[in-house]
């Protein structure tokens, strides 16, 4: 009888002990979110990350502010891009995004999805689906609608940044990653306001993909002496020179 206690004694403190080691692992990334350095100044917020896949977390613990500007330091990993391609909340007036101290952390993550394209034959449509990921490729699948068109659902794995700000109609200015050597497909497609685009070194850029800048109205200057590939629409609606 005293040796089954003494197990059933044993048995309840391991148990104990496992869920003492499970609490503790739970909490390191609160401590690494903690450790997260951030800086306000008039709606520009400056912001160190402790780890990729972050800076949700470092934004929701800003005071209630408008983000006019986000200038990032650390890894990033494609939840910290799908935070930056939302553009809304705070980041729904955003004019600045400055990347060019950061890497990319390619994690294979989703990071973007939009539909890119549309049909009047047959109600077809194109959803463009993007993946943080080293892999540099492209999968489509299709589907027929049943009514003469296709359903085509295109995912981009890819580290080229493609598709993260479609749409953002406020941004004004965008610093680029150092080491950026493409502008991917409808990186700024829409942003109707963009003025300028900052590069390390504009001479390593060597292509721009389709769609990059197109119905970017208000850029008009953009040297880019590397480039060699042009994609289709790439500066459609834009007014570079």
């Known amino acids: 009888m005293g040796s089954a206690r003494r197990n059933y004694?044993?048995?309840?403190?391991?148990?104990?002990?496992?869920?003492?080691?499970?609490?503790?692992?739970s909490v390191?990334?609160?401590?690494?979110?903690?450790?997260?350095q951030k800086a306000v100044n008039d709606g520009i917020v400056d912001i160190t990350l402790s780890a990729p896949n972050t800076l949700r977390y470092a934004l929701a613990d800003l005071e209630?502010?408008?983000?006019?500007?986000?200038?990032?330091?650390?890894?990033?990993?494609?939840?910290?891009?799908?935070?930056?391609h939302s553009h809304t909340g705070r980041l729904s007036e955003i004019e600045v995004v400055d990347l060019s101290d950061v890497t990319l952390v390619a994690d294979e993550g989703q990071y973007a999805s939009f539909q890119a394209a549309k049909s009047d034959v047959g109600m077809g449509k194109?959803?463009?689906?993007?993946?943080?990921?080293?892999?540099?490729?492209?999968?489509?699948?299709?589907?027929?609608?049943g009514l003469g068109g296709f359903?085509?659902?295109?995912?981009?794995?890819?580290?080229?940044?493609?598709?993260?700000?479609?749409?953002?109609?406020?941004?004004?200015?965008?610093?680029?990653?150092?080491?950026?050597?493409?502008?991917?497909?409808?990186?700024?497609?829409n942003c109707t306001a963009l003025e300028e685009l900052v590069l390390e070194d504009e001479s390593k850029v060597?292509?721009?993909?389709?769609?990059?800048?197109?119905?970017?109205?208000?850029?008009?200057?953009l040297r880019l002496s590397g480039l060699r590939t042009i994609g289709n629409n790439a500066f459609e609606g834009a007014q570079v020179s």
């Open 206 to 221: 060597t292509a721009v993909k389709d769609e990059a800048f197109k119905g970017c109205a208000s850029l008009v200057n």
């Open 9 to 25: 004694f044993f048995m309840i403190m391991k148990k104990l002990f496992l869920l003492v080691v499970a609490a503790m692992v």
């Open 64 to 84: 209630a502010v408008s983000i006019t500007g986000l200038v990032l330091h650390g890894e990033l990993g494609s939840d910290d891009l799908a935070v930056i």
């Open 151 to 189: 359903y085509n659902d295109v995912k981009i794995y890819t580290t080229d940044l493609g598709g993260l700000l479609y749409g953002c109609t406020s941004l004004k200015k965008v610093l680029l990653p150092k080491g950026q050597k493409s502008i991917g497909d409808r990186m700024f497609t």
């Open 28 to 36: 390191i990334p609160l401590f690494a979110q903690d450790s997260t």
């Open 126 to 145: 194109t959803t463009n689906t993007y993946f943080l990921s080293d892999r540099n490729e492209t999968v489509t699948d299709r589907e027929d609608t």
